[in-house]
Nanobody, 123 residues
Framework: QVQLEESGGGLVQTGDSLRLSCAAS????????MGWFRQAPGKGRRFVGA????????IYADSLKGRFTISRDNAKGTVYLQMNSLQPEDTAVYYC????????????????WGQGTQVTVSS
């Protein structure tokens, strides 16, 4: 089992930056692919990005490339989502997720989920 807990969400203004953290416990963190998803009000959960077990490879949703960056610290069992130039359309609940095996952009392939953290961007 893996327990995930997100933190770092909040209310920011357009153009601000924010860094989310996701602390993992349980199964060996360094063996997991870690992903970030988000769910805006009234919409489905959408892929943000993911990072491989080593931290050397990342993938992102095309629309977020260049603004969002995922990193991880295996010694701390934590994955991060750095979000820059935030826009009102980035307002969503952000979820951290973990999976065994390779990358996936599909939420149903992730076995473990955090409770989510709210990010609100005011215009």
């Amino acid at each position: 089992q893996v327990q995930l807990e997100e933190s770092g969400g909040g209310l920011v203004q357009t153009g601000d930056s924010l860094r989310l953290s996701c602390a993992a416990s349980g199964r060996t963190f360094s063996s997991l692919v870690m992903g970030w998803f988000r769910q805006a009000p009234g919409k489905g959960r959408r892929f943000v990005g993911a990072i491989d077990w080593s931290g050397r490879d990342t993938i992102y949703a095309d629309s977020l490339k260049g603004r969002f960056t995922i990193s991880r610290d295996n010694a701390k069992g934590t994955v991060y989502l750095q979000m820059n130039s935030l826009q009102p359309e980035d307002t969503a609940v952000y979820y951290c997720a973990a999976k065994i095996g390779g990358y996936s952009t599909s939420d149903f392939q992730y076995q473990y989920w955090g409770q989510g953290t709210q990010v609100t961007v005011s215009s």
